[in-house]
């Protein structure tokens, strides 16, 4: 058995990823290798260092380094899928179960809605800073839009704005969505749309000035781009927290768990939160009930936003 096995086949899967353009799956992997490799003290792992033993002591070394369960669970299924294709290219016995010590699931216990008091300081206290204004703009576009996700309102176009609808793919799935917006969201689209147009077809023509549009979608260096922009907004986030005197930790994703969490407590059906947001995780359930067409996704988002922009030191 090589010495250089594992890595060896770790690289040539992270290539292939990379050909097909998916370069955000390659870039976990490679995240995941960095850890494995610097936990195992080798710039070459071998197979036969993918033990029950070895795996378990890689997870309470993660856990003491505290990193989130779900990020621990993320790591071990990266491993896994690199140890199955060393299988199938018998560079490595079968194992029963090997991965059966360690944490592989989801941990739903790790909530990223905050309180509604500080959703509300948020979105709607002054910062007194024209860049945090901008964060908190974009902050309640994610939150207007139904909980959309930063990768989404990003890669907006123009040509995904029909009047006040905006009609598009989510980044991640694929799923068509529609979101009208709102009255109360229209001065901030102003505010932040891209009056420059793109000059060819194959570069993006963005609806915001988030990403830069000189990047083809497909290129490694738009996903670099916009691996860039997350941190920045999310570091901005951070700022605008602490200049606002917020407690709870908040990034990109705080938005779309509060947009959901807030439409739980008024009461609005989990079928139209998940539908709202884009989900496919009900799909059994959407099976047997009626979509919901888009005034009545538009009626939960204005109570959404009323809720919170009329809150007033609730708890």
């Known amino acids: ?54 795996l378990r002591r890689y997870s309470n070394y993660l856990l003491a380094s505290r990193l989130k369960l779900n990020t621990i669970s993320t790591y071990m299924r990266m491993l896994r899928c690199i140890y199955n294709k060393g299988v199938d290219a018998h560079q490595t016995p079968y194992v029963h179960r090997l991965f ?23 979105l709607y206290k002054d910062p007194q800073s024209e860049r945090l204004r901008r964060t908190q703009a974009i902050a309640n576009l994610l939150f207007l ?20 609808i905006l009609k598009y793919n989510r980044t991640k799935t694929g799923t068509p969505m529609s ?51 997350l941190r920045r907004f999310n570091n901005d986030l951070k700022s605008l927290a602490r ?13 779309r768990h509060s947009w959901a969490t807030t439409a739980k407590y008024r009461g609005v059906p989990i079928e139209m939160i998940s539908e709202s ?16 067409d888009l005034n009545e996704r538009t009626k939960v988002n204005r109570l959404n936003y009323s809720y919170v922009r009329n809150c007033r030191g609730i708890l």
């Open 1 to 54: 058995m090589r010495k250089d096995g594992f890595t060896v086949c770790a690289n040539n899967y992270v290539e292939c990823l990379r050909r097909e353009g998916r370069y955000a799956t390659a870039h976990v992997y490679e995240n995941a290798l960095r850890s494995f490799t610097m936990f195992c003290g080798t710039s070459c792992v071998s197979f036969s260092q993918i033990t029950r033993v070895n």
């Open 100 to 122: 059966r010590d360690v944490f592989t699931g989801v941990d739903t216990r790790q909530k990223k809605a905050i309180p509604v008091n500080e959703l509300h300081t948020l």
């Open 145 to 164: 839009f139904c909980g959309m996700p930063f990768a989404d309102l990003a890669h907006l176009e123009k040509s995904n704005l029909e009047g006040n």
């Open 179 to 229: 979101v009208e917006i709102l009255e109360s969201a229209s001065d901030i689209v102003s505010r932040l749309r891209n009056f420059h147009s793109s000059v060819l077809p194959e570069y993006p023509d963005y609806l915001f000035y988030i990403l830069s549009g000189k990047n083809k979608r497909d290129e490694e260096a738009a996903y670099k781009e916009y691996q860039s922009t």
């Open 243 to 255: 200049k606002l005197h917020v407690r709870s930790a908040v990034t990109s994703y705080t938005f």
């Open 277 to 292: 947001l884009g989900h496919k995780s009900i799909k059994t359930t959407q099976i047997y009930l009626k979509g919901f």
